[in-house]
């Protein structure tokens, strides 16, 4: 072979690698692009400054003396008789009673101004007609009920107006939690959340604080979080709209446990043993979902499981056509971070624009996060969400592994910074000074009820350590807050340490890194070989 010849093999393979180093950096540079922090639509939150007493308009029946104002909007809800016991549970399996009507009539007005201060003399903000009923799983049976709200303007015509500057919508949550006696633990995650994906990764909520009108009178119910559900929406999961034509629609399912209100899907995870919940529709909503749509969604998403639960690498090694891996990756971290292990079996998901990827998200319900799970103590050294449906096999791969670590590096220099996290928490804390005393004084027969005998509360169990009981039970809202940062200081901290771990349980790699290895080495082959023969031939 002439040494023309060789140089300008040499070149060539100069230039292949170039090639090479090139897509790679492009790679890069648009995986960065794609995890830049999404607009939130939230806004900081001014300290309640006030130095009057709380409970000053408050009666000891919990009624509301006339003066009555807070710093938080006001959300006044009547309701046209008593709101059904539509289900029970036994042995945490939902029963619905056929013959109940879950929804009432009522109506919801809201107070709110520049002021710092709102009373109830002030220009009304929206109201509107709704049909409201109870709302939760375990919380269904608390003392303080939650609620799900469709705003009408008359019956059956639906009222979409944009709330607190929450966008366009008509229905919405009252989200006031027992389970959490800091009353930050929805909002600190889903604010948080909305700075990494926005919309679409968690929803909007307002602090607010609700009175029951009854005959005239107002009854203090308590510190809320009006939130919107997760739907369909230009400021909520932005997808195509339902077209019963469209044989491949956009749709929004959610992995949870076995409910009458959404259609059940028979997915293949489900059948084949990966995961024991449950995948129901939330859109197309029922009424309108075809028997053609139902088994398209079943189908398609059943096909994603299979690739990704497949036991052919070839197969495998294709799940990031099928969904949008960024989102299962800062899923995964906001969920971690949180310690909210509820996540992926329940309360999770799941959404398909026409066309596109499977994205995973909003995140949702963080009642039992930062150690806050009734059965056990959280260790704050490990990791627990790599066990989750779906995230199991993720887990396995190096390359999500990768990601998992590049992004939770990129997240704590900010959003997942302590100090981040921590400035989000006082600020909710500080805004909240008298409203919280409020909430303390109206449910305290449940906060300060350390005993196992009311079912009608959320407590922690006792655990044994070193042949003791330790009791888990707090009556104190300092303390309260004290255990959350502890735990997120902890936690935080560990993360880093520990997802490297999870190379030792990956048995494959899929990244593109690899393969552009493979084609290296093709290319090296295609042009070596030839000039092997040329020699010989000499």
């Known amino acids: 072979m002439s040494q023309r010849n060789r140089g300008g093999l040499i070149i060539l393979a100069i230039v292949c690698v170039l090639l090479l180093c090139a897509v790679e950096i492009i790679r890069n540079v648009v995986n960065q692009q794609e995890g830049d922090l999404k607009k939130s639509g939230y806004c900081s939150l001014k300290a309640d400054e006030s130095t009057e007493d709380p409970l000053a308009y408050i009666n000891d029946d919990f009624s509301v003396k006339e003066g009555f104002h807070t710093n938080l909007p006001i959300v006044i809800l009547t309701i046209d008789g008593e709101l059904s016991e539509y289900k029970r549970f036994v042995d945490s399996q939902e ?14 007005k809201i107070i709110d101004s520049d002021k710092e201060q709102k009373y109830l003399t002030d220009q009304v903000v929206y109201q509107s007609n709704l049909k409201i009923k109870k709302r939760g799983h375990t919380s269904f049976t608390y003392d303080k009920s939650q609620y799900l709200m469709k705003t009408e303007i008359s019956d059956g015509i639906s009222n ?76 909520r999961i932005d997808i195509e709209s339902y077209n019963e034509k469209n044989g491949y629609t956009s749709y929004i399912i959610r992995r949870d446990r076995f409910t009458a209100f959404d259609v059940m899907l028979e997915t293949y995870s489900r059948l084949n043993g990966y995961s024991p919940e449950w995948v129901g529709v939330k859109y197309p ?27 052919n690498a070839s197969v495998l090694r294709t799940y990031d056509r099928y969904i949008e891996l960024d989102t299962y990756v800062d899923y995964f971290l906001i969920n971690e971070y949180f310690g909210n292990y509820d996540a992926g ?52 791969d190096k390359k999500f592994i990768d990601a998992l670590k590049k992004r939770y590096a990129q997240l704590r220099k900010g959003v997942l910074s302590k100090e981040h996290v921590f400035e989000v928490m006082d600020e909710a804390v500080n805004y909240l000074k008298s409203a919280r005393v409020r909430e303390w004084t109206r449910w305290k027969a449940d906060y300060e009820d350390g005993s196992f005998t009311n079912m009608h509360n959320y407590y922690l169990q006792d655990y044994e350590k070193d042949n003791a009981t330790i009791s888990r039970f707090n009556d104190n809202y300092d303390q309260e807050l004290y255990n959350i940062r502890t735990y997120l200081h902890k936690h935080g901290t560990a993360i880093s340490i520990e997802i490297p771990k999870l190379y030792d349980l990956a048995d494959c790699d899929t990244s593109l890194k690899s393969e552009n290895e493979l084609l290296f080495l093709i290319v090296m082959i295609l042009f070596l070989v030839p000039s092997i023969i040329i020699n010989r031939q000499k």
């Open 345 to 396: 079996e329940h309360s999770t998901y799941m959404f398909k624009d026409t066309g596109g990827k499977l994205h995973v998200g909003p995140v949702w319900d963080f009642d039992q996060a930062m150690n806050n799970y009734f059965m056990d103590e959280m260790d704050p050294d490990t990791l627990a969400f790599q066990t989750k449906p779906i995230f199991t096999q993720l887990a396995k």
């Open 95 to 108: 029963m619905v009673d056929e013959q109940a009507i879950p929804y009432t009539n009522g109506s919801i």
């Open 285 to 311: 909503s029922e009424a309108k979902l075809t028997e053609a749509s139902k088994n398209y969604i079943q189908e398609d998403f059943s096909k994603t499981e299979q690739v990704i639960y497949s036991q």
């Open 160 to 235: 979409d107006a944009d709330i607190l500057g929450m966008g366009q919508g008509n229905e919405w949550i009252l989200n006031g939690s027992m389970a959490d006696k800091s009353m930050i633990r929805n909002y600190l995650p889903y604010r948080i959340a909305s700075e990494i994906g926005g919309n679409e990764m968690a929803p909007d909520s307002r602090f607010c604080e609700v009175l029951i009108e009854k005959n005239g009178r107002y009854e203090y119910g308590g510190v809320y979080l009006l939130m919107e559900t997760v739907s369909r929406g230009e400021d």
